[in-house]
């Protein structure tokens, strides 16, 4: 079971470039979530979608964009990168966005925005 | 404002026992979850506490005290592999998890 994918690995963008992140997951999960991770910092939600069709807003969403048209799908995109958004971005899911199910977190994408 | 406090380092001996402390404020209470992140690596799921007292998970054991906003990891007979960041979450009321910045653990021989 390949669980959660996440593509590219890595990536370096031309800042004003756009870009997008792509998740995907086998495990029919209705929650999915875009974390980044920066040195010192926890983990900071940046959208998450409760199931197919529904969409919200984390702690730091400005600049990004999300789309869940199916279960299994929930890409990242950003418009016009920035130095800022340089960072590790995480895909998760959990079966549901409500307790005790724990989330599963994709390999990450590292992000250079020069 | 929310807030998740853990230690940012500790250092440990192989074979020893560590605890590692986590201190919430958070609006709404609904679960509180341990990961283990290996440098360069995703998070993965090591315990979840939502009432008091311990949970125990082979080396691993977690303890959660509700009305004092803490908890600890417990990890026993420490192994090389061990070594990682120790991450702790909680769970909002809007079913949002709320990260500490990861307390990194140190193993040495």
């Known amino acids: 079971t390949a669980g959660i994918t996440q593509a590219p690995t890595s990536q370096i963008l031309a800042a004003g470039r756009s870009m997008t992140l792509r998740c995907t997951q086998d495990m029919r999960h209705n929650a999915m979530y875009w974390y980044r991770q920066d040195l010192g910092l926890g983990l900071r939600l940046i959208h998450y979608s409760n199931t197919a069709g529904t969409t919200g807003k984390g702690e730091v969403p400005d600049g990004y964009s999300v789309s869940r048209a199916n279960t299994d799908d929930f890409p990242l995109t950003l418009a016009s990168a920035v130095p800022s958004q340089t960072s590790v971005y995480f895909c998760?899911?959990?079966?549901?966005?409500?307790?005790?199910?724990?989330?599963?977190f994709g390999p990450g994408t590292r992000l250079t925005v020069l | 404002g929310q807030n998740i406090d853990q230690p940012t380092e500790m250092t440990a001996t192989e074979g020893a026992i560590v605890q590692i402390n986590c201190t919430y404020q958070?609006?709404?209470?609904?679960?509180l979850f341990w990961y283990q992140q290996h440098a360069g690596e995703a998070p993965t799921f090591l315990s979840y506490?939502?009432l008091d007292g311990l949970e125990e998970k082979g080396r691993f054991s977690s303890f959660l005290s509700r009305s004092k906003g803490y908890s600890y990891l417990l990890l026993k007979e420490l192994q090389m592999k061990d070594s990682a960041s120790y991450l702790c979450a909680v769970k909002d009321s809007n079913y949002q998890l709320i990260w500490g910045a990861g307390t990194k653990l140190i193993i040495k021989p």
């Open positions: 998760a899911s959990s079966a549901t966005s409500e307790y005790p199910n724990e989330q599963f």
């Open positions: 506490n939502v």
């Open positions: 958070t609006s709404g209470f609904n679960g």
